[in-house]
Structures are given as C-alpha cells and as structure tokens.
C-alpha cells in the first residue's frame, strides 16, 4: 500500500459510488471489501469498507454514517488531453450530480471533481497577459470547459 491513499468517507452509498468509479475509469478494480456484521451501525452484509483503484491510483471507501459528507475544498481532478476525454467523464460523473463553474461538477455521492483539459495551464498561463486574460475570461463563463472555445478566446 502506498505511503499516502485519499480515503472517501460517505454516509451510506460507498458501494454505489465505488461501482461507478471503477466502471468510469479504465484500468480500474476493487481490490477488497467488508462488510459490516450484526450489531453493527448499518445492518448486517452492509458494504463497511473497499479499497480500490482508479487508473492505478489507491481509494479506500468507508460507509460511515450520516455525520460524513464531502465539502468543495478537497475534489479529485481528471487531467484530459482531448475534448472527447472531457465530454465523456463530464457526462459519466455528473448525472446526476451538479454542474458547476469552470469544469468543476459534484458527482450524485456529494464528491467534487475537476474535469480539465491539460491545455488549460498553457492558454491561461500564457505570458502574454491579454491572451492568457481572455482564455481565463472564457473559462469563468462555462462549466463543461470547452477546449477550442478556450483556444478562440485565447487567440483572440
């Protein structure tokens, strides 16, 4: 096990968001779950825990009761080089959760991801402030981020 694993705690639907995760993601499995047993806070069968992984990376999911919810601060981003890569994790992870601002969505279990084309750092990050202003500019106005809108506004 890696030294450092970002560990999802939800309220009861760690089974349902771990399903979904491992069937958005290529190269992703359930590597081990419990479950809970009798006298425990959910009833008896109920996922507890799963580690799993997504493209290679470590999750470990927890149902944990309805003191746990997930706040915008912490999201987990998807670095996506073309536009069909954000079209289809935009689609898969927001229905039916949130849409947000500038490729931000919270997906239907309250977890926040970012959905970004690599490019972004490049249009907006630009020395050349006016075009690096106007790509930011676009960016502010949409939710799905579009690149070759990115890219016009950039070019001005």
């Known amino acids: 096990m890696p030294k450092i694993t970002t560990f999802l705690t939800y309220d009861d639907q760690a089974e349902a968001a771990v399903t979904l995760y491992t069937s958005v993601f290529e190269n992703s499995r359930v590597v081990s779950e419990s479950h809970y047993g009798e006298g425990g806070p959910f009833p008896a069968g109920t996922l507890m825990s799963a580690s799993f992984e997504l493209d290679g990376q470590p999750f470990l999911a927890l149902n944990g009761g309805p003191s746990f919810s997930f706040a915008q601060g912490f999201s987990l981003f998807i670095d996506c080089e073309t536009q069909d890569e954000i079209d289809y994790y935009w689609e898969k992870l927001s229905a039916p959760g949130t849409e947000g601002q500038c490729g931000w969505l919270v997906d239907p279990f309250g977890v926040s991801w970012q959905v970004i084309p690599r490019i972004l750092n490049e249009l907006?990050?630009?020395?050349?402030?006016?075009?690096?202003?106007?790509?930011?500019?676009?960016?502010?106005?949409?939710?799905?981020?579009?690149i070759a809108e990115l890219q016009a506004a950039h070019r001005g």
């Not at 907006?124 to 930011?136: S, T």
């Not at 960016?139 to 799905?144: E, H």
């Open 124 to 146: 907006i990050g630009d020395p050349d402030r006016e075009k690096a202003g106007r790509a930011i500019q676009a960016m502010l106005g949409m939710q799905k981020l579009v």
